[in-house]
């Protein structure tokens, strides 16, 4: 379960560094920011109310993978 979460957190601060990455670039990106670029193109870019602030949720997104990469690093209590 630990080497789930600290996979998840792992994909989540990639997903979240090419989604800035893509909002700074502000064109269309290319192959390998591509490749984990899917939550800045399903969520961020299509939910109204991020309209704005599509680096805030990227970098959200990046904070929310480094905790669960702690998370799942902390040791285990019995």
């Known amino acids: ?11 989540a601060v990639l997903e979240g560094l090419t ?3 893509n909002q700074i ?5 290319t192959i390998p920011l591509r490749l984990f ?5 399903l969520v961020v870019e299509r939910t109204a109310f991020l309209d704005g602030y599509e680096i805030w949720a ?5 904070v929310v993978g480094v905790v669960l990469s702690i998370v799942a690093r902390a040791p285990a209590k019995a």
């Open 19 to 21: 989604g800035v990455l």
């Open 58 to 62: 990227n970098v959200a997104l990046m």
């Open 1 to 11: 379960m630990r080497k789930l979460l600290a996979l998840i957190g792992v994909i």
């Open 25 to 29: 670039i502000a064109g269309e990106p």
């Open 37 to 41: 670029d899917h939550f800045n193109r």
